[in-house]
């Protein structure tokens, strides 16, 4: 059984490659599962040189290597952030496309890119979205994106390709919240090892230190996420809930305001907020924020 542990330690250190990484990341926790991945990833790159046999520069071989991955399709896009899950994508025959959300597909990319030689391979990154930049060349590759190859900058900020395996972790956790909250911290533990910045993993973190009371360390983790992106909705909505557990039900409602008069068309604001209205008996101010919310979704 692999030590994640070590596989992170090792990640950090420059000891472990990052398509190892992602691999174990992903959920494959034996020696022989990983071998088995890696030769699916050398078919991929042996059917890409079969493909593509030419030299070229640098941004030449990013466009070849989109090109190959996802040419012009439409569609693209699903829910599954695991390396594993697009590496079998790519490789069913029966679909014409790669899918995954753009935490994996991200991951393809780079792990594949890095085979070929591409230089200057990193990620752009903002709350909730992660993608491929090739700093040398200025180039802005979004994998979820049909003409996603050199598009506009995104602002963002940048990073390493290690913060992938964290943004793994914390898809991870994400799934596992409300079914096994031990195993989801432990994930997201990892995720802010890996990277300490991770918004996602700070603001989920924090819920459940709530949860349990830890009252200290999830404001902790909130207002790192504060500090690192003040204009980012979600970080208020997340402390409004640990201001809820603690029982400060009015600093709760003025972040839940706050939020929402950053971004109110998230109709999951209002949702929260028609939740904590209900709590309080104010029945007519959470139908009314209960139909926003609907309002938003049907429109």
């Not at 899950?85 to 753009?102: P, Q």
Request: with cysteine; charged share 30%.
């Amino acid at each position: 059984m692999i030590n994640e542990e070590v596989m992170i330690e090792d990640l950090l250190k420059g000891d472990c490659s990052l398509e190892r990484s992602l691999i174990i990341a992903s959920g494959v926790r034996s020696e022989e599962g990983v071998s088995g991945y890696l030769e699916k990833l050398d078919l991929i790159q042996q059917r890409y040189h079969d493909k593509i046999e030419r030299k070229g520069t640098n941004k030449e071989k990013a466009q070849w290597l989109f090109d190959y991955m996802w040419g012009m399709t439409h569609r693209r896009y699903n829910d599954s952030s695991l390396l594993t899950n697009a590496i079998d994508s790519k490789l069913d025959l029966e679909r014409k496309f790669v899918r995954g959300d753009c935490t994996s597909l991200t991951a393809l990319y780079s792990v594949l890119g890095l085979r070929i030689g591409i230089k200057g391979l990193n990620v752009g990154y903002k709350p909730e979205h992660i993608f491929n930049f090739i700093e040398n060349d200025n180039l802005t590759i979004e994998t979820t994106n049909p003409y996603g190859f050199d598009l506009l900058s995104i602002e963002s900020k940048k990073g390493d390709l290690n913060l992938l395996v964290s943004r793994t972790y914390n898809n991870r956790a994400a799934d596992l919240v409300e079914k096994d909250i031990g195993l989801a911290l432990k994930y997201l533990n990892y995720s802010l090892t890996i990277d300490p910045k991770c918004a996602e993993s700070l603001i989920m973190r924090a819920a459940v230190f709530s949860r349990s009371s830890e009252f200290v360390n999830a404001f902790e983790d909130v207002n790192v996420t504060l500090d690192l992106y003040p204009k980012w909705e979600m970080t208020y909505f997340a402390r409004a809930f640990v201001r809820k557990e603690f029982g400060d039900i009015p600093g709760c409602l003025s972040d839940l305001d706050l939020a929402i008069e950053m971004n109110p068309e998230n109709l999951g604001l209002y949702v929260g907020r028609s939740e904590v209205h209900f709590g309080l008996k104010n029945y007519q101010k959470a139908i009314e924020d209960f139909e926003k919310a609907n309002n938003i979704r049907e429109s």
